[in-house]
């Protein structure tokens, strides 16, 4: 079945700092794959999407860049802010299909 | 992009009653919308696939009798909480695929309905 692993948080950084979250995922043919952030007592907002391989996403200095060879979505940012901090979730799907998600990763950014 | 509401944003009830959820494509007609349920720090965990026109489609462990759902139309489907005990207290979010987004790839979240049963 179809499946999204990503790496546990808390991520801690220092503003201005670079950030990598790792996400991974499993699935048959070719999902869409897709970012959606979560601010504390939010529902989720997307981030970023890319619907095939090589497609890279990208918004508000987000970037994530779709793997095939790989099977990952890794999501970074060049220089994280205060405001950055929340929980990202990485997640697949395939047109009109449930999203599967990944288990989240807060980032928790400090002046 | 597509807007999807929800409503009430939080509710607090007495164990025992009932509580209705609705969620809403404002935009765009939605003939499928996913509920989801979320506990503290912890991912979202897919209750339900909502079809208009017919009966939903519950995730296993998921009792369909005390989590009913009803999409009365193409921009409306509510969930109730039937009997709400204080175990059922989560965060309540739903999404919607709009078919002129990537082929319904794309789902739009509601903003959530924190539920609090005492």
């Known amino acids: 079945g179809n499946s999204v692993t990503q790496m546990e948080g808390p991520v801690t950084l220092s503003e201005e700092a670079f950030l990598t979250i790792n996400c991974t995922y499993t699935a048959t043919g070719y999902p869409s794959l897709f970012w959606y952030v979560q601010y504390p007592g939010e529902g989720l907002q997307l981030l970023l999407k890319?619907?095939?391989?090589?497609d890279k996403g990208s918004n508000k200095g987000f970037e994530a860049t779709y793997r095939k060879e790989t099977t990952s979505f890794h999501l970074e940012k060049g220089s994280v802010q205060v405001s950055d901090s929340a929980v990202y979730f990485c997640a697949l799907s395939r047109g009109f299909q449930k999203l599967v998600f990944g288990t989240g990763t807060r980032l928790l950014v400090s002046p | 992009g597509a807007v999807v509401s929800q409503h009430p944003s939080r509710v607090i009830c007495k164990s025992g009653t009932s509580v209705k959820i609705e969620c809403r494509s404002l935009?765009?007609?939605?003939?499928?919308m996913f509920w989801y349920r979320q506990f503290p720090k912890q991912s979202l965990m897919l209750m339900a696939t909502s079809n208009e026109g017919s009966k939903a489609t519950y995730e296993q462990g998921v009792e369909k009798d005390k989590f009913l759902i009803n999409h009365a139309s193409l921009t409306l489907s509510t969930l109730t909480v039937t009997s709400a005990h204080p175990e059922d207290s989560s965060f309540y979010i739903c999404s919607a695929p709009d078919p002129g987004t990537s082929g319904g790839d794309e789902q739009f979240f509601g903003p959530g309905t924190r539920l609090t049963v005492l």
């Open positions: 890319a619907t095939k391989a090589d």
């Open positions: 935009d765009f007609q939605a003939t499928t």
